[in-house]
């Protein structure tokens, strides 16, 4: 069985944790279950009659199950948290945890697709129910399709480039593995930064495939009604898109646009900052990479 630790250590454990001001009794969600490392430590705060729900539409995290009375793993996506929540009879809960992004084991294993460090082919998918793959989107999707995704995604400054490139190389060779798509863009490719614009190019691809960004919108607007005045929100990031999202929606309670004036011209926001923004040690980033970019935010109801 893959244990948590082989899964992947969990980044900013401790803060993310301690930001969700756990009462013995109360009920939280941990929405990216993955390996279970900051469900554990949620359950060792957690009181007998304590409750957590935890969410993983990857099939591969349903072997991290833990064995707990008080723990309910829900294989499915975030997206659909009231929903899920609500066959369980929980309307309302005191805490809600999410670790977004790409799990080190799902990088790890070749045959996802996820890392430009194997030669395998351009999957990326977070749970396999999805029909839609990276394979689908480079020789299917319009040129002006990959441009978009390229440039709002990815924040690539050659994204028209790289769009008119990959079409063009499709007409020959379906793109299907990462030589493909490595030799399609190698124009734009120069040594010193292959592995940070193939990054780019990755996260772009990957967050189309899995619709990252409207998943994330989703469940944010709904913590709204699942929290209770007092409830925490503790949201770790890894890129600007998503930290821009969450830091927004913290701020404001939307994503867009600035939220209505009471009487008395005061805006009217649904949550507070707790901390300010909270990024890993030196320490922590030496003892596990992943943490490098890692931003954690947390926010409670008011």
């Not at 199950?65 to 005191?94: H, M, S, T």
């Not at 390229?150 to 769009?163: C, I, R, W």
């Not at 493909?180 to 996260?203: D, G, S, W």
Request: charged share 25%.
């Amino acid at each position: 069985m893959t244990t948590e630790m082989s899964y992947h250590s969990p980044v900013l454990l401790h803060p993310s944790i301690d930001g969700l001001n756990i009462q013995p009794n109360g009920i939280y969600v941990d929405v990216t279950f993955g390996g279970g490392g900051h469900s554990r430590e949620i359950l060792n705060r957690l009181g007998p009659n304590g409750k957590l729900f935890a969410f993983d539409q990857d099939e591969d995290a349903l072997a991290n199950v833990i064995n707990d009375k008080r723990f309910q793993l829900i294989p499915e996506n975030f997206r659909f948290i009231k929903r899920f929540l609500k066959f369980y009879g929980v309307a309302k809960v005191d805490g809600i945890l999410a670790d977004l992004g790409v799990s080190s084991h799902q990088f790890d294993d070749a045959s996802r697709g996820f890392s430009t460090r194997f030669e395998e082919v351009l999957d990326m998918r977070m749970s396999k129910k999805n029909k839609l793959s990276a394979v689908t989107i480079l020789n299917e999707y319009e040129e002006n399709q990959i441009r978009f995704l390229l440039q709002t995604y990815g924040e690539l400054k050659s994204a028209a480039g790289m769009a008119y490139a990959i079409v063009h190389y499709r007409k020959t060779q379906p793109i299907q593995h990462t030589g493909h798509l490595k030799e399609a863009l190698a124009r734009f490719l120069p040594n010193n930064k292959t592995h940070k614009i193939m990054a780019q190019v990755y996260q772009a691809i990957r967050i189309e495939v899995n619709q990252e960004l409207q998943v994330l919108q989703e469940f944010l607007q709904q913590t709204l009604d699942l929290l209770p005045k007092g409830g925490r929100l503790s949201i770790i990031s890894y890129h600007s898109l998503e930290d821009r999202l969450v830091k927004r929606f913290m701020r404001n309670g939307m994503f867009e646009g600035e939220p209505e004036r009471d009487m008395f011209g005061n805006f009217e926001v649904p949550f507070k900052s707790i901390e300010k923004l909270i990024i890993p040690t030196d320490q922590e980033i030496a003892e596990n990479n992943r943490a490098r970019s890692a931003k954690l935010r947390v926010a409670e109801r008011i």
